[in-house]
């Protein structure tokens, strides 16, 4: 069967329809309404197929996916995250389970905590909200491990509701395209709060639809390295392009060094305990890392974190409780 043809929309106008460069936008200035259409058409023609955007993976696939998704990429998450639903497709299928499990699950995903959070998470959904995850935002946000991101994704993304989603995808897009700048500042900041908020769409289907258009706007063109200008259906409006593309001026932005570190010592470590059904002796986790300070510190560091559990006779496990 052929598919319905979708009507025909105006073009996008190109960088060459700007006569002018306007600077950045004023504060009292700022409105989304002449990116809106745009920025949604685009995602409506090149959205990924992903399968928590799919009708059928509800708000607890939602809030799998935005845990998963922190710091790291979609082709990564997508096996683990298929896994994870297939073995816990409710939160009281989670609940159920010693957290050691989630840590287990969650494999090679990297920040580990997020394991911990999310099963925490599923424990609170199932004992305060009856299983299902809450639509409201103060109850998501009350939820331990839920930050302010979060709690507006799953609001957003999982109930259509009108709220600023600002990851880092977002923020780049609205520092270039509204504030005229390459790169947003390292931590989010109260004014880029203000202006996502000045740009949302009034009304709340449409809002929740420029938070996911915007954020795979950030993901797929304006990326933070080799940004697709041409083919990116604001570039006219783009305050940054427009001004010549200025380098950055800010602080010196965040690294993301992995060798040689805690972090890579706390992942050796961790990788040990996750293929072990029992406990595991001090011997077998000594050999992992070679240098017997740090491995001792990122040992004691998964202990402090809850992610290890230590046991008499010198031994290790996943928690249990």
Same mark, same amino acid.
């Given at each position: ?27 009292? &200035?700022?409105? /989304? ?5 745009? $920025?949604?058409? @685009? ?8 399968? @928590? ?12 996916? !935005?845990?998963?998704?922190? &710091? ?11 896994? @994870? %639903? ?17 840590? *287990? ?7 580990? *905590? ?5 099963? /925490? ?43 600023? $989603?600002?990851?880092?995808? $977002?923020?780049?897009?609205?520092? *270039?395209?509204?504030? +005229? ?20 769409? !009034?009304? !709340? ?10 954020? !795979?706007? +950030? ?20 305050? @940054?392009?427009?001004? /010549? ?10 690294? #993301? ?5 805690? *972090? ?17 002796? #001090? ?24 992610? $290890?559990?230590? %046991?008499? /006779? ?8």
């Amino acid at each position: 069967m052929t598919a319905p043809t979708k009507p025909s929309k105006p073009p996008y106008s190109s960088p060459a329809d700007a006569d002018t460069a306007p600077g950045p936008l004023l504060e009292e &200035q700022v409105s /989304g309404a002449h990116l809106h259409a745009p $920025v949604i058409d @685009w995602f409506d023609d090149h959205a990924r197929d992903l399968p @928590w955007r799919r009708p059928e993976a509800g708000a607890w696939g939602v809030m799998v996916s !935005e845990f998963m998704l922190q &710091q790291t990429p979609v082709n990564r998450v997508l096996p683990v995250y298929e896994q @994870w %639903l297939a073995r816990w497709p409710r939160p009281a299928d989670l609940a159920a389970e010693a957290p050691g499990e989630a840590v *287990r699950a969650w494999g090679r995903l990297g920040y580990p *905590r997020r394991a911990l959070r999310l099963h /925490g998470a599923a424990a609170a959904i199932t004992e305060r909200h009856g299983g299902d995850v809450p639509s409201d935002h103060a109850q998501l946000l009350a939820l331990p491990g839920i930050g302010e991101y979060t709690a507006a994704a799953v609001a957003s993304f999982a109930y259509g509701q009108r709220h600023a $989603v600002l990851d880092t995808n $977002v923020r780049r897009v609205f520092a *270039r395209a509204v504030t +005229g700048v390459q790169y947003p500042p390292n931590a989010t900041t109260a004014a880029e709060r203000k202006l996502a908020r000045a740009l949302l769409p !009034e009304e !709340e289907s449409t809002a929740a639809r420029w938070a996911a258009a915007s954020m !795979e706007l +950030g993901a797929l063109l304006c990326t933070a390295r080799n940004e697709t200008c041409h083919r990116c259906p604001i570039s006219a409006q783009c305050a @940054w392009r427009l001004a /010549g593309k200025p380098e950055h001026t800010g602080p010196p932005r965040r690294g #993301q060094t992995y060798a040689g570190t805690d *972090r890579q010592v706390r992942g050796k470590l961790l990788a040990v305990l996750r293929d072990a059904h029992a406990p595991v002796p #001090q011997a077998a986790l000594d050999r992992v890392w070679h240098e017997p300070v740090q491995r001792a510190r990122a040992l004691d560091g998964l202990v402090a974190d809850g992610l $290890v559990e230590p %046991l008499p /006779g010198g031994q290790y496990r996943l928690p249990l409780t």
